[in-house]
């Protein structure tokens, strides 16, 4: 009973020792996760923007740049996250290849969940697609 009497606290104390460890490793988990869902978020909306650029017709009232901000900014207000990401599109090239590109950007420093890990400020993604009817 003694031997028992002297390690009764001894779990109580390697907890409290591991608690930070383990804070600190939950709290970059969640930073990390939620830095690549807002990543993963940016390509998808850019890619969706830059294929719908690309598909506009040439007799279309919106041009295929515009076509393609429109598009690309629709989608990331459709996911319900915060802030507004730049949607940028520019075409080059010559006929017959004509390539729009889609370049997205959304300022990260003002959406960090926790804080804890060090990122990017910003976040940014390109798209290119060749333009389908010329």
Same mark, same amino acid.
């Given at each position: 009973?003694? /031997?028992?009497?002297?390690? /009764?606290?001894? +779990?109580?104390?390697?907890?409290? &020792?591991?608690?930070? %460890?383990?804070?600190? #490793?939950? !709290?970059?988990?969640?930073?990390?996760?939620?830095?690549?869902?807002?990543?993963? +978020?940016? %390509?998808?909306?850019?890619? +969706?923007?830059? /294929?719908?650029?690309?598909? $506009?017709?040439?007799?279309?009232?919106?041009?295929?740049?515009?076509?393609?901000?429109?598009?690309? !900014?629709?989608?990331?207000?459709?996911?319900?996250?915060?802030?507004?990401?730049?949607?940028?599109?520019?075409?080059?090239?010559?006929?017959?290849? #004509?390539?729009? $590109?889609? %370049?997205?950007? #959304?300022?990260?420093?003002?959406?960090? &969940?926790?804080?804890?890990?060090?990122?990017?400020?910003?976040?940014?993604?390109?798209?290119?697609? /060749?333009?389908?009817?010329?």
């Amino acid at each position: 009973m003694k /031997r028992q009497a002297k390690t /009764r606290g001894a +779990q109580a104390v390697e907890f409290a &020792l591991m608690l930070p %460890v383990l804070v600190a #490793i939950l !709290s970059g988990t969640l930073d990390f996760a939620w830095y690549l869902h807002l990543k993963h +978020q940016l %390509v998808t909306c850019v890619g +969706q923007g830059a /294929r719908a650029g690309a598909a $506009t017709a040439a007799d279309a009232a919106l041009a295929p740049t515009d076509t393609a901000e429109t598009v690309a !900014s629709d989608i990331w207000i459709e996911t319900g996250l915060p802030g507004t990401p730049d949607m940028d599109a520019i075409q080059t090239g010559v006929t017959p290849n #004509i390539f729009i $590109t889609v %370049v997205g950007t #959304i300022d990260y420093e003002n959406h960090k &969940l926790i804080g804890f890990l060090p990122t990017p400020e910003t976040i940014v993604h390109t798209a290119v697609m /060749r333009l389908d009817e010329q």
